[in-house]
């Protein structure tokens, strides 16, 4: 059975559905309210809970739904599975108290129940779903909680709901959007490995990002992990590394996490990409959302594309960072040809520094960025813009000046300036065009090797 | 010669001063007129400037004044600088136009002269100085490009003007303050080491942090920043580390950046601490700065705390993420007491993880944090708390309870609060309490390293 039951049902069963807020499965009925399919609230004691007549029990629908949600406490959810029989498709099952607090036991039963009356389960222990094509949200966080990013090109595939959560305010925060948003949990049916072999096919989706902690089918990840990012943009990151960590990753989702040093080498050797910590996924996850269009891997491992980056700054300092953070991530900030750099002393003032990075000092005007743009779109594979908001010569002009040159240009730009307010204005407008903007150096670095990789 | 004719200065003249803030000389112009000292703008074209008496020279001014900027073309700087003998005690040249852009004769030149009237000379090519306790600030960038952080304990010596602005804006982000900030630039008098001692000496002053692109006389540096790092927390940021990065380094200040690896080794030896990017050196220096009374440095290298960590945590996974970080970081997450587990075991609800992490999971409510911290408050150096903000139990309440029992706990705490707006007024809570507040579980965790290093 495809998942598009989970993904795209037609109608929706809540098991545990609550009146209010307070409860979770109260917030989950709220944030339903907004599924344009068929939603089903079942709770023994309410005709209607927010507006929607509202059923004693699954049996009493009056058809098989294609997805139902349990909220109900962990030792109720066998006799609930089993009264879903030739209800439902497809079971998310939100619950908590299972494996990561020693019941294993009860959740093998659950397994099994599933397995006999034949249903796919997402969980338990999961957050769930997050379809903003559809306007399907089955989070138990209520939106003032957590403010869901919009419509998007970025699957986020997470064990933990945690991290799912950090994830999509970080996906907001870096002004781009969401295709699928899926909080895993202990995955006792539906994995990591399925919901990749998914989102390799879903067409809103463009990069993929997964936190994982521990895997269960070890070959059956690698194998739709390296299918995955053959076709897509696809980063790792990995949880657990230190012993700590896996320990803490056990007593969290009740699976064993295994060395990190084997998984590792594994993805290194299948050209699978990960990311060192949170904030590399994230900043890797801009870029490559802001351009999707950059071709995938050519071959595992090499996207189309050089590694040359050309830096043009208007603070001496910012530009040695970022040199140096390219050389830590293998991209090769190469001399300015000669003729190209003969040409721009010619055009600009003499003091300006006519390197690589490029020098355009405090004395900058937003169009000395344009015409060296200009000048080397061919002889760089891509660009990091330096843009230090404290002087003059940077106005707003230069978001306009910039998107009217993107055309002619042609290769991945990013951008440094600083988060400290005083260019908030600027930075939304380039984002707006999507040309992504980094608070430091080396994080714009960073995004653009995303790119480039 | 004391440097406290250029900190504390009681009267300055300022030549190349102009009448608007279109002119460099106008901004800084703008910029004296909050200081509280004598200030004699020159220029030979105004009665007055600014409401300010003007003098056509340094000459017609009727005092002998402490401080000297001069902010007027490269080549007029010899002439200008023969006129202040016997005139002021000190000079910042914040023109550019010397060794940075080729002319190192006339870079030269000028050392010469300063030499020969026996003046005191920061800079050439440089930002020159910020001391808020003096409401003195010579920066030729305007106040609405670059707002200034307030008054402090963090210095901050940077050779670039443009990290300068950008470390000053990153410590306003950090919720913290400014004792002295300084550009030196091509530092052709006064360099890094003599900044340094002064700062060792500075009672204002409990964090130095300095940006480096090369070192003139390297044995003077390292005794001085020996010293230093002895008596304060002290992070060098040292940039020019590849091969782009020296060569742009050398065209930006021209001084030669020497080879990176011998630099490091060097700082390793001597206990001096190094930041490895713009990012971590802002995560150190808001952690140290809000826990200043953290013994400094026993013996070199050692702090007088030990190295256990103990994470408290909503989301499991975000535990897991910072433990990792802890491992990377040399931290150890050791195992609760099991007296102490065996307790928090009873208090709390059998479905939180009580392991370090301590995961509170998403039913946490805020007290549940101090119930931990009380109890575990001799067992650990240091504490990372975890609070996502998307769960109803994590509320503004948290920060009065944290304040309430800091006295008892007595030991760092340092916060993961992700930065995506829901928890804004939290966070502004805590850090206006002195609790240093981190984007991310990793950073959080860089945060308390440094502290506790």
Known sequence: MSLDYLFNPKSIALIGAAHSEEKLGGVILKNLLKFRGRVYPVNPN???????????????????????????????????????????????????????????????????????????????????????????????????????????????????????????????????????????????????????EYLAENEETQVVISYIESVGDGRKFIERAKMLSEKKPFIILKAGKGLSGQAAAFSHT????????????????????????????????????????????????????????????????????????????????????????????????????????????AQVKDEDYIIALNELRDDYDGFVIIALPNVMGITEGLAGMIKRAMTDINKPVVFHIPANGVARRLISLLEKMKIPVYPSPERAVKGLKAILK
């Open 254 to 361: 009740g699976r064993l996490a295994g060395k990190y040093e084997v998984f590792h080498s594994i993805l290194r050797q299948f050209g699978i990409n990960e990311a060192g910590d949170f904030d590399e996924l994230i900043d890797a996850t801009k870029a490559l959302s802001y351009y999707p269009s950059i071709p995938p891997l050519a071959k595992v491992g090499i996207r189309g594309v050089g590694n040359r980056v050309c830096i043009i700054t208007n603070g001496g300092g910012s530009g040695v960072l970022a040199a140096d953070e390219c050389m830590r991530q293998g991209l090769e900030v190469t001399k300015l040809p000669d003729d190209k750099a003969e040409k721009l002393r010619h055009v600009f003032p003499y003091f300006y520094g006519i390197n690589n990075p490029i020098d355009l000092t």
């Open 46 to 196: 309410y005709p209607e809970l927010m507006g929607l007549k509202t059923y004693s029990s699954a049996q009493d629908i009056p058809e098989s739904v294609d997805l139902t949600i349990i909220m109900r406490p962990a030792s109720e959810v066998p006799e609930i599975l089993k009264g879903l029989q030739d209800k439902t498709m497809c079971v998310i099952i939100a619950s908590s108290g299972f494996a990561e607090i020693g019941q294993s036991e009860l959740q093998d039963e659950v397994k099994k129940i599933g397995k006999e009356i034949g249903v796919r389960i997402l969980g338990p222990n999961c957050m769930g779903l997050y379809n903003p094509y559809q306007r399907l949200d089955t989070f138990f966080l209520p939106y003032e909680r957590l403010k869901r990013p919009r419509k998007g090109n970025v699957a986020v595939v997470s064990q933990s709901g945690a991290i799912l959560s950090c994830l999509l305010g970080a996906v907001r925060e870096a002004n781009t959007g969401i295709s699928k948003a899926i909080g895993y949990g202990n995955a006792i049916d539906i994995d990591e490995s399925d919901l990749y």
